[in-house]
């Protein structure tokens, strides 16, 4: 059944994620954006440590032991009649696949560079499955409350290493650290100030500045210069190239001051796309209007322990959602009780009853669903399954515990039909001994620790030496079996064919001396 009120609702939504290295200071500007969305009345209450306190699900503990964030929550917050999903991306050094698996859920996304560092690695990374997904790009430079790196040359490195052209919206006045105000792009250059709250725990309050009472300040000056420069080089923002990741609208400001940030926010509204159909795994995209129906894209088991539950994580797609609404789930054909649904903001669970594409709605009880299912209503529809990405440390495991070895495979199968880790098999190595491997080596412990918890079957990892991996196909398998120190394996998950490599200059001498096989990069279940 078509509803015609879907379309503008999805038109109202924003749903992204922010992206960056540790530190950079993503969780103070999530807390800034919420802030200005008035979803939260002070800075420290979403990520804050205080919240951290009395939660007592396993991953908690990890969280806490490790002082990692494990969980990932999607905050939504209204801003200019705006629904803004803001999907949160695990962000500690070893991250996971669930950090990449989360941009398939998003329809844009916000690269978060600190001023000082400029481009670092996991933003990198970041970014490249971002530019292949073809999720267009806000950045934001933060930190400019502090001494940094020059504007312009930021900008230059952005364009030179990501290959993507920076079209600023806000030009700072004055050198990191010497922040005197902002200058808007898109409002005629109105020049704007603020007024600094304690540690940025409110709003910072905004006055516009009079260009006239400015025009001896050497900040000012440099400013105009610099906006002069831009201008000449067509430095202007056009929403055909930033749909289409060939340019990235630029944001200044200080996440931790609550300066810049309205202006962001008024860009997530204005300039980034609204959710749109999605393409199923038959070709044609689902209509916006068609019936309900999502993706699952992570799923969280034992988030509190009290209850023992699995969360999935469902991205609505088309339609819209009633809770309590019967669904089905495409991978099994069999009906999927919605009754509890929940949308996730810090770690406070609020109940959710109906959401719209770009929505995102937390299921609980979901000990059916896996990552990457489908679920609707009226017309079947399946989705295409979530990519798997390039592993980066693999590892044999084996049951500690021999008497246990039931237990241990039947956590195998379930930990990879989840996507907790890939897993991986050659004839050399024969089925007993499975490879596992993961992005990120946080997978491995969170693998070895529900195989002891949940199944009772405690395993061992024996780290093996290899640092990347390409997909491959048939006929290249006879030639890298042969190259030294190379090994290929059958991913279980989609039948992939992974060449693995001990060294970035191993791969080259190998694809230096076979021009002609293949080695994709991004190991695309496609
Ligand atoms: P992350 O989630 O990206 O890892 O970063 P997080 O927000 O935790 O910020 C990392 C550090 O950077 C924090 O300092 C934070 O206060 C600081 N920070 C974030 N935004 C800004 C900013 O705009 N300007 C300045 N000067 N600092 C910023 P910390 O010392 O690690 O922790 P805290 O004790 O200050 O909380």
Same mark, same amino acid.
């Given at each position: 059944?078509?509803d015609p ?6 038109r109202?939504?924003?749903?992204f ?15 800034a ?12 209450? *979403?990520?804050?440590?205080?919240s ?5 699900s ?18 939504r917050?209204?801003?200019r ?8 991306t ?14 398939t859920?998003?329809?844009?996304? *916000? ?8 481009? #670092? ?13 073809g999720i ?7 930190k ?24 600023p *919206? ?19 250059? #109105? ?10 725990a ?11 009472a400015?025009?001896?300040d ?7 210069? #610099?906006?002069d ?27 931790v001051s609550?300066?810049g ?9 204005d ?35 009290a209850?023992r ?10 339609g ?39 929505d ?56 990879? #039909? ?6 991986l ?9 499975p *490879?596992l491997?993961?992005v ?5 412990d ?23 991996a ?7 398998v006879?030639v ?17 064919l992974?060449?693995?490599?001990p ?6 001498s190998?694809?230096r ?14």
């Amino acid at each position: 059944m078509s509803d015609p009120d879907v379309a503008v609702q999805a038109r109202r939504r924003r749903t992204f994620a922010v992206i960056s290295h540790p530190d950079a200071g993503k969780s103070t500007l999530t807390e800034a954006l919420a802030l200005h969305a008035d979803a939260i009345t002070q800075a420290g209450a *979403v990520h804050g440590k205080a919240s951290r306190r009395g939660v007592t699900s396993d991953w908690m503990e990890m969280e806490r032991e490790r002082g990692i964030s494990v969980t990932s929550a999607a905050l939504r917050f209204t801003y200019r009649d705006t629904i803004l999903n803001l999907v949160d991306t695990p962000g500690h050094a070893d991250f996971s696949e669930d950090t990449y698996r989360v941009l398939t859920a998003v329809d844009c996304a *916000v690269m978060l560079l600190d001023a000082a560092k400029g481009l #670092e690695p996991q933003t990198l990374r970041l970014f490249e499955v971002c530019r292949h997904r073809g999720i267009p790009i806000l950045t934001f430079i933060n930190k400019w409350d502090r001494p940094g790196q020059d504007a312009l040359g930021l900008l230059d490195a952005v364009e030179e290493r990501l290959g993507i052209r920076p079209t600023p *919206v806000t030009w700072p006045v004055g050198i990191a650290g010497a922040l005197e105000g902002l200058v808007d792009r898109r409002r005629d250059d #109105e020049v704007v100030g603020f007024e600094r709250s304690a540690g940025g725990a409110t709003v910072a309050a905004e006055s516009v500045l009079d260009p006239a009472a400015l025009s001896g300040d050497a900040a000012y000056t440099t400013a105009v210069e #610099e906006l002069d420069l831009l201008s000449s080089i067509g430095a202007e923002h056009h929403p055909d190239d930033f749909l289409a990741g060939k340019a990235t609208p630029v944001y200044f400001g200080s996440a931790v001051s609550n300066i810049g940030v309205r202006h962001l926010l008024d860009g997530i509204v204005d300039l980034a796309p609204s959710p749109g159909p999605r393409p199923t795994a038959g070709g044609a995209p689902r209509p916006l209007e068609a019936d309900f129906s999502g993706v699952v894209f992570k799923v969280q088991a034992n988030m509190d322990r009290a209850h023992r539950d699995r969360i999935a994580f469902v991205r609505v797609c088309s339609g819209r959602f009633d809770r309590g609404m019967q669904v089905v789930h495409a991978t099994t054909g069999r009906p999927f009780s919605t009754k509890y649904a929940s949308s996730l903001f810090g770690q406070e669970r609020s109940t959710l009853d109906i959401a719209y594409p770009g929505d995102v709605v937390g299921l609980v009880n979901a000990s059916a669903l896996r990552v990457g299912d489908t679920l609707y209503t009226g017309r079947a529809v399946a989705f295409p399954p979530l990519p798997a990405f390039a592993p980066e440390h693999f590892a044999v495991l084996r049951p500690k515990d021999l008497s246990r070895v039931k237990q241990f495979r039947r956590g195998v199968v379930q930990l990879d #039909e989840e996507g907790v880790v890939q897993v991986l098999v050659s004839d050399r190595r024969g089925e007993q001994a499975p *490879v596992l491997a993961a992005v990120g080596p946080m997978q491995f412990d969170v693998a070895l620790h529900r195989l002891a918890q949940e199944f009772g079957a405690p395993g061992v990892l024996d780290p093996l030496p290899y640092q990347l991996a390409r997909r491959t196909d048939a006929a290249a398998v006879g030639v890298l079996e042969r190259a030294p120190g190379v090994e290929v394996f059958t991913r279980t998950r989609d039948g992939a064919l992974l060449a693995v490599f001990p060294s970035p200059w191993r791969l080259s001498s190998v694809t230096r001396d076979h021009p002609d096989i293949r080695l994709d990069d991004i190991l695309d279940s496609s």
